[in-house]
């Protein structure tokens, strides 16, 4: 059974920017980069123990970009939290604030 899915304001901020900062580089670039961001996120919802846990959260690599879906998942009421949608080259304390 799937999970449940809460994406906090900050990650939802951050795919709008990076869908923005693609766009501007090559028409269409920033969709195919939402279509990976929401497969991965899918893919976290059927499978939320899959990806390794740093911390609190877990960390799910993007297929062609270079962004983490970070994530806490409470197992009692299966329900995942997005808190980030990183940019790896970012200092890795951003992940989290």
């Known amino acids: 059974m799937s999970a449940t899915f809460l994406q906090l304001p900050k990650a939802q ?3 709008i920017k990076a869908w923005d900062w693609y ?6 670039l920033g969709d195919r980069f ?3 961001v929401h497969l991965k996120i899918k893919a976290v919802l059927e499978n939320p123990l899959h990806y390794p ?5 877990h ?12 994530y806490h998942y409470n197992k009692k009421q299966n ?3 997005i808190v980030s949608v ?4 970012r ?3 951003r992940k989290y604030r």
């Open 13 to 15: 901020l951050e795919i």
């Open 23 to 28: 766009e501007e580089k090559e028409a269409g």
């Open 34 to 36: 939402k279509r990976q």
């Open 53 to 57: 846990k740093k911390g609190k959260y």
């Open 59 to 70: 960390e799910a690599l993007t297929e062609d970009f270079p962004f983490l879906i970070v």
């Open 79 to 81: 329900l995942i939290i």
């Open 86 to 89: 990183f940019h790896t080259s």
């Open 91 to 93: 200092h890795p304390r």
